[in-house]
């Protein structure tokens, strides 16, 4: 059988704090060799009402270009 989703996000999350379903805010908290570590959080509150790891291949340091030496002048 074919997978028909690859991965879920939640959207909303129940906040015992708000005691109703709340829209949530994910962000990362930390970049693993393993993958990235990322949490939700109430976007009325902002209590934390989950974490979870996305893992895959292991995210490269951005390499750093040469940079181009500035354009000359002309003397006259």
Request: charged share 25%.
């Amino acid at each position: 059988m074919e997978q028909q989703f690859g991965e879920f996000t939640a959207s909303e999350l129940y906040c015992p704090k708000c005691k109703i379903s709340q829209p949530v805010r994910e962000r990362l908290l930390l970049v693993l060799p393993t993958g990235e570590l990322h949490e939700f959080t109430c976007s009325r509150c902002g209590t934390s009402l989950g974490k979870r790891t996305v893992t895959g291949p292991a995210v490269a340091a951005p390499t750093r270009r040469p940079r181009s030496p500035a354009p000359r002048k002309l003397l006259r």
